[in-house]
């Protein structure tokens, strides 16, 4: 499996970005989907997962704020980010997996990332 990230960049806080991640080589096995980043000098921590049945999980940090989606006709995963904050800046990494809980022992590949940067 492949995760190919795309759309991080620098915005201001209250604004908006999108993420995508186009995966290729998909496994029958592969259950979930998500995204998770890692701000400068932290952990990597769970933002978002998706299960293949569209259900979904979010961090408590930005519930109403953020949405994962997936359009399987395009083998893509999003992450809609709206009222960003500056503590949502890190690098942000799409991930593929077995389960629908926010850990990384869930995820089995994941992608190389791309930066977001929100700025006050």
């Known amino acids: 499996v492949q995760l190919v990230e795309s759309g991080g960049g620098s915005v201001q806080a209250g604004g908006s970005l999108r993420l995508s991640c186009v995966v290729s080589?998909?496994?029958?096995?592969?259950?979930?989907m998500g995204w998770f980043r890692q701000a400068p000098g932290k952990e990597r921590e769970a933002v978002a997962v998706?299960?293949?049945?569209?259900?979904?999980t979010y961090a408590d940090s930005v519930k109403g704020r953020f949405t994962i989606s997936q359009d399987n006709a395009k083998n893509t995963l999003y992450l809609q980010m709206n009222s960003p904050k500056p503590e949502d800046t890190a690098m942000y990494y799409c991930?593929?997996?077995?389960?629908?809980?926010?850990?990384?022992?869930?995820?089995?590949?994941w992608g190389k990332g791309t930066l977001v940067t929100i700025s006050s």
């Open positions: 991930a593929a997996g077995r389960c629908l809980l926010l850990e990384d022992y869930c995820m089995d590949y």
């Open positions: 080589g998909y496994q029958y096995s592969t259950y979930s």
């Open positions: 998706s299960g293949r049945d569209v259900s979904t």
